[in-house]
């Protein structure tokens, strides 16, 4: 059986440790070598940033995420083994780890890390398909000739290149679809690397729950337990024209995954939809001061989500929660696409003079829609603004500096209201 040590990269026939540099870090399968499709996912991406940055962190639970009223966007794994998980409330996740250190996100930051590695990517396959900051599948089908070795190989470099040079891991998995490839990359984290074979594919599903299923909601979820589906066995007991008939669309696209089956290709130009950033404060507020500085923060970090992916959108939209919980969501089309934080902001800001909302509020969010490249973006300057090219100008200054020296190397005065 093809086996591979992930500390040397050494390629043998399966043993228990490496022959080499015998290490037990191995990964062995009969397939290793003919798969080709991946998924790589970064482990704790927000929180291994800021432990690479900080080294002081290195040892402590982290927690990424606003007050706390606010929710967890990450957590490192010291803090995991607390309990505390993605999208729990803030306050429940430091009632079970009150030691955590909280950390507001730095979208700058990160998508920085993200952008070096999809270059790492991109050097291995053109077929990278990006899922957000810190996960993306790849297709290695066909490289094997370019590169001298198989795609198991040059994944174990790639996650090996990101730990000794961005101080960063991430975990693999290889399969032989996008469904699979996604599903082995959470069976051994953080620094996994697992594989799942055509052979096995319909045995190493059978007992496994459905919600494994990436896209099922808790709306699908309910809908499939009603159904007495609760793993993937269940489902295949099901006929095709039976689950099509019950859940639509779904059923049949449910009933090729309960197979194993995903026809869909790695598209490195799959579409983003929206770009978006809110915030929850710890207490309602109504000081317009305050919510001034919280819509030029939120629309800098969508921009600088923008930037980072290259693209641009023409839709502005603001997103208010009151304190009786009413969602109040007011939108204005630009005359053309924009990624300038400025541009961004000061649409968002008339939005929310024009919105007739008093407050409190307790959150607060400003989003980007209609997306499409940057080439086409920020062409024309404002006729009546004749400041604007100045400003404009004055951003692309700054986002050389901190993209050379940190994103808190400079800072508008409006942000630290």
């Not at 459905?210 to 489902?235: E, K, N, P, S």
Request: with cysteine.
């Amino acid at each position: 059986m093809p086996a591979l040590c992930r500390d040397c990269l050494t390629l043998f026939d399966a043993g228990p440790r490496c022959p080499d540099c015998g290490r037990p870090r191995i990964v062995a399968h009969p397939e290793l070598l003919t798969l080709s499709i991946a998924h790589m996912d970064c482990d704790a991406f927000y929180a291994s940033v800021e432990k690479r940055d900080d080294p002081a962190l290195a040892d402590k639970p982290v927690i990424i995420g606003g007050g706390r009223r606010g929710v967890v966007s990450t957590a490192c794994y010291i803090a995991r083994v607390k309990g505390v998980r993605s999208a729990m409330p803030m306050f429940k996740a430091l009632a079970l780890c009150p030691e955590a250190v909280v950390i507001k996100p730095r979208g700058a930051a990160y998508a920085a890390a993200s952008a070096e590695i999809r270059v790492m990517m991109q050097r291995l396959t053109p077929a990278v398909e990006p899922l957000s900051l810190d996960e993306a599948f790849l297709d290695l089908t066909g490289t094997q000739r370019l590169h001298g070795a198989p795609p198991a190989l040059m994944l174990a470099q790639l996650v090996k290149r990101m730990e000794d040079e961005l101080g960063l891991s991430g975990s693999i998995g290889l399969s032989h679809n996008k469904f699979l490839a996604k599903i082995a990359s959470d069976l051994d984290k953080p620094r996994g690397f697992s594989v799942i074979g055509r052979a096995e594919t319909e045995e190493f599903l059978a007992n496994r729950p459905v919600r494994l299923i990436w896209g099922v909601g808790a709306a699908g979820q309910a809908a499939l337990d009603r159904a007495g589906i609760h793993t993937f066995a269940d489902l295949r007991r099901w006929d095709e024209a039976d689950l099509a008939a019950r859940f639509g669309s779904m059923g049949t696209r449910l009933w090729h995954l309960a197979r194993g089956r995903d026809a869909r290709r790695v598209s490195p130009n799959a579409p983003v939809k929206s770009i978006s950033n809110e915030t929850t404060f710890a207490e309602d507020t109504a000081d317009a001061d305050l919510l001034d500085g919280h819509i030029w923060r939120l629309a800098e970090k969508v921009a600088d989500r923008a930037k980072a992916k290259g693209r641009a959108g023409r839709v502005v939209t603001l997103k208010l929660k009151r304190a009786d919980h009413r969602l109040v969501t007011r939108r204005q089309s630009l005359p053309e696409p924009t990624q300038m934080a400025d541009r961004l902001y000061r649409a968002a800001r008339a939005l929310f003079d024009q919105s007739g909302e008093a407050g409190p509020f307790r959150l607060i969010g400003v989003g980007l829609s209609d997306i499409g490249p940057a080439e086409r973006a920020d062409l024309s300057g404002d006729l009546l603004d004749p400041n604007e090219a100045r400003r404009l100008k004055a951003e692309r200054a700054s986002d050389a500096i901190r993209a050379r020296f940190g994103a808190q190397a400079i800072l508008k005065g409006r942000s630290l209201r």
